[in-house]
């Protein structure tokens, strides 16, 4: 088994250099998505959610896959959970490759309720026995580089084994775990957040009365008016 290698997008594809995600292009080499285009195509792929182009994955492994990704789609219904398994040609890297797939990529009944921005896509590589994690720039904004890198060492065991739908079923669990961990952490921040916005709106309703009562004095003025008119 080789070693296991990750990336993560915010990270140039091609000089591994931190990008800014709002960046046209790498700083530093110049890398675009009009070049990674020019080079691999700009055309759309549609993909499946565990799109297997080296068959390596036995027919039951990929069932309990997907019934894996199907419970956490079910946890996690704007998130997208999807997975490459090719053998690279030796001018392709990984991520590279993730790059572009999560460029060009369209993953069949993902369309409009699971983006690419947040996608979580584990690609394998068969050639060098690589894997690596590509995450759409929302999935970046949750789970960091230290954590992704953790939960592929995670899959260790399994990638040594061969045994490799099971090592993508942990990768994918531990992420989840991550996800839950933020979601949690973002609703009690949400949660303060209203409580704040609530204290505001209490101290506009006690405001309100004196404004209120000189509407209403003027409202009951009026038909008095009128009769005189
Ligand atoms: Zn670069």
């Not at 531990?174 to 609703?187: A, C, E, V, Y």
């Amino acid at each position: 088994m080789g070693r296991v290698l990750f990336r993560v997008e915010m990270k140039c594809p091609k000089c591994q250099r931190p990008v800014d995600h709002e960046a046209e292009s790498c700083y530093s080499c110049g890398y675009s998505e009009l070049e990674a285009a020019a080079r691999y195509g700009s055309n759309r792929v549609q993909l499946s959610r565990v799109h297997d182009a080296a068959a390596c994955l036995r027919k039951q492994e990929k069932d309990e896959l997907g019934d894996v990704l199907d419970q956490l789609e079910v946890k996690f219904p704007q998130m997208l959970f999807c997975a490459y398994l090719g053998a690279l040609p030796p001018n392709l890297s990984m991520s590279e490759l993730g790059f572009w797939l999560l460029n060009h990529g369209q993953v069949k009944g993902a369309e409009y309720a699971r983006p690419n921005e947040n996608a979580i896509l584990l690609i394998l590589d068969m050639n060098t026995k690589q894997i690596g994690v590509s995450l759409g720039y929302f999935t970046e904004s949750l789970i960091t580089e230290e954590e992704a890198y953790r939960a592929l060492l995670h899959a260790r065991p399994n990638l040594i084994n061969a045994e490799y739908g099971e090592a993508l079923e942990r990768i994918f669990l531990r992420l989840s775990r991550i996800l839950r961990k933020k979601g949690r952490r973002l609703r009690r921040k949400s949660h303060r957040e209203l409580q704040e916005k609530s204290r505001a709106l209490y101290g506009k309703v006690l405001d309100l009365p004196p404004h209120l009562t000189p509407e209403l004095g003027k409202e009951e003025q009026q038909p008095a008016q009128l009769r005189s008119a």
